[in-house]
C-alpha cells in the first residue's frame, strides 16, 4: 500500500515565524503535490513536483516556497507565517502520469494555526 | 477560475437510498475524472475514476457517469449507509496544466446518510 506521511497532524505557530512542513512517501513516485483545504473552497494546489529539484507553482502559490532534494521528500516552507494562511495542509504523491493514471494519494494532512 | 463545479454544498440521503452527487466542469481538455472521498481530520482517499473514453464506470455500490456533452458527471451511491457520511470531492485532469499531472477539485459535497 502507498504511505504518504506528514511531520505534523497539529501545529500551532505565530505570525512571521518560519514553518517547515515535511511529507514523505514510499512509493517511488515522480510526483508531489501540496494542497490546502479551507471550508467551501475545496482542496487548493500550492505546488507541485514532479521529480527532484523540478517545482511549479499551483493555483495559490503566494506566501510558499517548497524544496525537493530527494525523491520521496517534499518540504513546504512558510517564510514568514500569517494568520490566513491558517488551514489543513494536505500532501499527496502519484506515479508520472499517463492519461489514464492520475490517481494521488494523500496524507493524513496537517492543521496548521497561526496566531 | 474555479473549473470543476461542485454546486450542491451538502446532501442529506436516508440510509439504503441512493445518493447522487454531481459535477460540472467547464474545460474540455480534462480527460480523467476521478472521485475522492474524505472523513474529518484524515487525508481523501480515492474512491473511483473514469477516462474520457467512457460513459460508465462501477465499482461496487459505487458507480461515475460521465456526459462528456454535457461535460458534467455523476457519482452514484447504491445502497447508501451511514458509513458513507462524508465529504466527497470530484477532480479533473488533462492536458491544460503545464505538465499535466496535476488535478483541479471541486469545493466537495457533504453527503450525511441517516439511518
Known amino acids: 500500500d502507498v504511505k504518504v506521511t506528514q511531520s505534523s497532524r497539529y501545529l500551532v505557530k505565530r505570525t512571521g515565524e518560519k514553518v517547515f512542513l515535511e511529507c514523505v512517501q514510499d512509493?517511488?513516485?515522480?510526483?508531489m503535490f501540496w494542497y490546502r483545504q479551507d471550508p467551501g473552497l475545496g482542496l487548493r494546489l500550492i505546488y507541485f513536483s514532479y521529480d527532484v529539484k523540478m517545482k511549479e507553482k499551483g493555483d495559490i502559490p503566494e506566501g510558499y516556497s517548497v524544496s525537493r532534494e530527494k525523491k520521496e521528500r517534499f518540504s513546504l516552507i512558510l517564510e514568514s507565517a500569517s494568520t490566513n494562511q491558517t488551514s489543513m495542509y494536505l500532501c499527496a504523491s502519484s506515479q508520472i502520469a499517463g492519461i489514464s493514471y492520475n490517481e494521488q494519494f494523500f496524507g493524513p494532512g496537517t492543521r496548521l494555526t497561526v496566531l | 477560475d474555479q473549473q470543476v463545479k461542485q454546486n450542491s454544498p451538502s446532501l442529506s440521503v436516508q440510509e439504503g437510498r441512493i445518493s447522487i452527487l454531481n459535477c460540472d466542469y467547464t474545460?474540455?481538455?480534462?480527460?480523467?475524472f476521478l472521485w475522492y472521498k474524505k472523513y474529518p481530520a484524515e487525508g481523501p482517499t480515492f474512491l473511483i475514476s473514469i477516462s474520457s473514453i467512457k460513459d460508465k464506470n462501477e465499482d461496487g455500490r459505487f458507480t461515475v457517469f460521465l456526459n462528456k456533452s454535457a461535460k458534467h458527471l455523476s457519482l452514484h451511491i447504491v445502497p447508501s449507509q451511514p458509513g458513507d457520511s462524508a465529504v466527497y470531492f470530484c477532480a479533473a485532469s488533462g492536458l491544460h496544466r503545464r505538465s499535466g499531472y496535476a488535478l483541479n477539485f471541486g469545493k466537495g459535497t457533504s453527503l450525511l446518510v441517516t439511518p
Open positions: 474545460n474540455s481538455m480534462f480527460d480523467y
Open positions: 512509493m517511488d513516485h515522480e510526483n
